[in-house]
Structures are given as structure tokens and as C-alpha cells.
């Protein structure tokens, strides 16, 4: 299987989740197009600083999410 057709497959898969996360009501974290050059040990397993890197994308996009409020907590 190609590069591209991996690639495209994912795109369809990472808006087919946000879609259904949406349409459910859930919040979703898209680390689709997040940067792990340097932040991997093999392109696969992250580095202490490459879990640091993604702990601070995935609580920003929580933050930053319109349904999200500080207070709640479920």
C-alpha cells in the first residue's frame, strides 16, 4: 500500500471520528497533523519530551474546545 493512500485513508478516519465525536457530543483530540519529528524514538514510541509535547497539544485542544468548561468534571 502507498504512502498516499495511507495518508488519505487516515484524513478520511481522523474526520469520520470528529464527526461522530460531534454528532455524539464528545470532545475529540485531533494529533493527526501534530509534529513528531525528534519526538519519537523510532517514528512510533515518543520521547519523554515527545509525551511532554503531546500532553500540552492534547490539554490546549481540550481548553480550547467550545463544549469544554474548567469546571466541569464527569
Not at 478516519?13 to 513528531?36: H, K, M, Q, W
Not at 519530551?49 to 468548561?69: F, I, K
Request: with cysteine; charged share 20%; net charge negative.
Amino acid at each position: 500500500m502507498s504512502k498516499s493512500t495511507l495518508s488519505s485513508r487516515l484524513g478520511r478516519s481522523v474526520l469520520a471520528i470528529g464527526e461522530l465525536a460531534e454528532r455524539r457530543g464528545y470532545l475529540c483530540v485531533d494529533l493527526s497533523s501534530f509534529p513528531t519529528s525528534g519526538l519519537t524514538t523510532d517514528g512510533l514510541h515518543l520521547t519523554a519530551e515527545g509525551r511532554w509535547q503531546v500532553a500540552l497539544e492534547v490539554s490546549r485542544q481540550l481548553l480550547e474546545s467550545p463544549t469544554s468548561s474548567a469546571g466541569d468534571v464527569n
